[in-house]
C-alpha cells in the first residue's frame, strides 16, 4: 500500500487501459510506457524508500520483484492509493460535452485526459468572433477542388472532430480524401489538418493488406494512442476497408492479443482514421461504405500539378501560413463546436447509422453556412457502392420472373435456369460474379445470390425462405 501509495503521488504514474504505466517525454511530447516489471523496480526506488532489518538495525535496501508484481498485479491497490486512471493524452486546450474547456497544463480528473504541450507553445483565448474565424478557416482551403461544398463541408468537418474529439461521447465518422487524379491536393489536405490539431507534420502509414495486419495496427493504437492515425495513398489495386476496421468505428471500441504475448487488449479508441487515394474503391469483404465519409476533389485539368494562381500561394506558403497561425486556428475549431453546444445543435438531421452523437460536429459545420457534410453519403451510395447499378438489374429481372413475394420464391436451381435464359443473361453474369469458386454450378449460384440478401433495391428487398425443406429466393415490397 505505502508503495502504490508513492507511485500515485510521483506525478507520471497512471493507469491506462488496465494496467499501470508512465508518462514519459520522446522527443518534447508525452507519450505512455507501460510499465514492466523491470521498470516498475526501477520506478519504486525513485520515489520509495526501502529499507530492511539487519542485526545491524534498519538499513537501506533495494525494492524487490515480489512487491513489483504485488503491486503491478493488484488493481485494488491502484484504486486505494488514488493512482489516476487515465484516458488519453492529448496536446491542446480540450473541449467537453457541457461546453467547458479545460485549458491548462496538467491531468483533469473530471475528464481522465492529460493535457501537455511543449514549452513555448501558448494557446491564445477563444476567439469572440466565430464565424470570423470559420470563415477564415473554409478560406484556407479555397484552392483546392473539391467536388461541391458539401465536400469542403466534409474537410471542415474532419478536422472538427479530430481537435473537437473530447466534445462528443460516441463514434465518428471515416474520413477517405478521394482524388480524381494525382496532385489535386489530397494530402496536403491532411497535412493542414496535422499542423492545426497538434501543430506537427503528419505522419503516415500504409494501407494494410489484410484484415490481420489491420488487426496489429489497432492492438497498438491501444497500447499507444493517437488522435489520428493516417492512412496516405491507398493504391489504385487496393480496395479499401477491412472488418477490424468497420467494427472498432462503430462500437469505438478494439479487444485483440498482443502480438507475441499471450495477454490481450480490450480498451475504447477516440483516434480519428483518415485516409487518401485516387478513385476509391470499397472491399468487398468490409461494410466500410455506411461508416465512410468522403472528402472528393476532382480537377478538371489533365495534369492537376500544373495549376498556377493559387489565393495562398504555393504549398509552402500555404503550409507557412498555417504553422504561423496554427494554435489561433485551433483555438477558433473548439469556438465553432462550443457554439454548436451552447445554442442547441440540430437533432433532426438525415440519420446517420452509430454515428448520432456526430450530430455536434454536422451541426456545427452547419452553423458555419456550409452544407450538412452528412450528405457526401449520396456521393458515397451512387458512386462507390459497385452492387447499385448490378441490384437494380437483377432485381428487375427477378420481378419479370415472377419472383415477388413469399408465393413467388424460387430455389437456386430454378432461378439458375430462368436467368441462364439469352434475354436474361445480364442478370447472371451479375449473380455469377459474386459466386466464387468452388462446388457445382448451381451451388455457386445460390453463393451469388446470398450476396445480395437484404439488400434494397426499386422498393425492394432479397429475402430467403425454406419451401419444402429448400432454400427459396424472393423479392419482398419494402414501399
Known amino acids: 500500500r505505502q508503495v502504490a501509495q508513492g507511485l500515485a503521488s510521483s506525478g507520471d504514474v497512471y493507469v491506462f487501459k488496465g494496467a499501470l504505466c508512465q508518462v514519459v517525454r520522446f522527443d518534447s511530447r508525452p507519450v505512455v510506457r507501460p510499465l514492466t516489471a523491470s521498470s516498475l523496480l526501477y520506478k519504486m526506488a525513485d520515489c520509495c524508500t526501502f529499507y530492511k532489518e539487519t542485526k545491524k538495525g534498519k538499513q537501506p535496501a ?7 508484481m504485488m503491486v503491478k498485479d493488484t488493481a485494488e491497490l491502484w484504486q486505494d492509493a488514488g493512482i489516476n486512471v487515465l484516458n488519453q493524452i492529448v496536446t491542446g486546450p480540450q473541449l467537453l460535452p457541457d461546453g467547458s474547456i479545460l485549458g491548462e497544463r496538467g491531468f483533469h480528473a473530471r475528464a481522465n485526459l492529460l493535457i501537455d504541450w511543449p514549452p513555448g507553445e501558448d494557446y491564445p483565448q477563444l476567439p469572440d468572433d466565430v464565424d470570423a474565424v470559420a470563415d477564415e478557416l473554409i478560406n484556407l482551403v479555397v484552392d483546392f477542388p473539391f467536388l461541391n461544398d458539401s465536400h469542403k463541408a466534409a474537410w471542415l468537418a474532419m478536422l472538427l472532430t479530430v481537435v473537437c474529439r473530447s466534445s462528443f461521447k460516441g463514434s465518428a465518422p ?8 494525382r496532385g489535386v491536393g489530397k494530402s496536403l489536405l491532411v497535412e493542414i489538418l496535422s499542423r492545426i490539431s497538434n501543430g506537427q507534420a503528419v505522419t503516415s502509414a500504409p494501407w494494410p493488406d489484410s484484415n490481420e495486419e489491420m488487426t496489429k495496427v489497432l492492438t497498438g493504437l491501444c497500447i499507444q494512442p493517437v488522435q489520428l492515425q493516417f492512412f496516405d495513398n491507398v493504391g489504385n489495386q487496393k480496395s479499401f476497408g477491412h472488418a477490424a476496421l468497420d467494427s472498432v468505428i462503430t462500437t469505438g471500441r478494439f479487444k485483440g492479443r498482443v502480438l507475441g504475448k499471450s495477454n490481450t487488449v480490450d480498451a475504447e479508441l477516440m483516434t480519428t482514421f483518415v485516409a487518401t487515394g485516387n478513385r476509391l474503391s470499397l472491399n468487398k469483404g468490409s461494410d466500410i461504405e455506411r461508416r465512410l ?10 495534369n492537376p500539378e500544373d495549376r498556377k494562381h493559387f489565393v495562398h500561394g504555393n504549398e509552402a506558403q500555404l503550409i507557412a501560413k498555417v504553422e504561423a497561425n496554427w494554435q489561433r486556428y485551433y483555438m477558433g475549431c473548439l469556438a465553432i463546436v462550443r457554439r454548436a453546444i451552447l445554442t442547441g445543435w440540430q437533432n433532426d438531421l438525415m440519420p446517420w447509422g452509430s454515428f448520432s452523437a456526430w450530430g455536434l460536429i454536422r451541426s456545427a459545420v452547419i452553423q458555419c453556412g456550409l452544407p450538412d457534410p452528412g450528405k457526401t453519403r449520396d456521393y458515397v451510395r ?5 452492387k447499385k447499378d448490378d441490384r437494380k438489374i437483377l432485381f428487375e429481372t427477378l420481378i419479370q420472373i415472377g419472383a415477388v413475394a413469399e408465393s413467388g420464391a424460387r430455389t437456386a436451381r430454378d432461378l439458375h435456369l430462368d436467368l441462364s435464359a439469352t434475354v436474361h443473361m445480364e442478370a447472371f453474369d451479375i449473380v455469377d460474379a459474386q459466386a466464387g ?12 445470390l446470398s450476396t445480395f440478401l437484404g439488400q434494397v433495391s426499386i422498393g425492394y428487398k432479397l429475402k430467403k425462405r425454406l419451401k419444402r425443406g429448400a432454400k427459396c429466393f424472393y423479392l419482398d415490397s419494402v414501399v
Not at 296 to 302: A, H, I, N, V, Y
Open 174 to 181: 471515416c474520413f477517405f480524401v478521394d482524388g480524381n487524379d
Open 293 to 302: 465519409c468522403v472528402i472528393r476533389l476532382d480537377c478538371p485539368m489533365e
Open 382 to 386: 451512387s458512386h462507390l457502392d459497385d
Open 62 to 68: 533495494d525494492p524487490t520483484e515480489r512487491i513489483a
Open 437 to 448: 469458386k468452388g462446388g457445382s454450378e448451381v451451388s455457386r449460384f445460390g453463393r451469388g
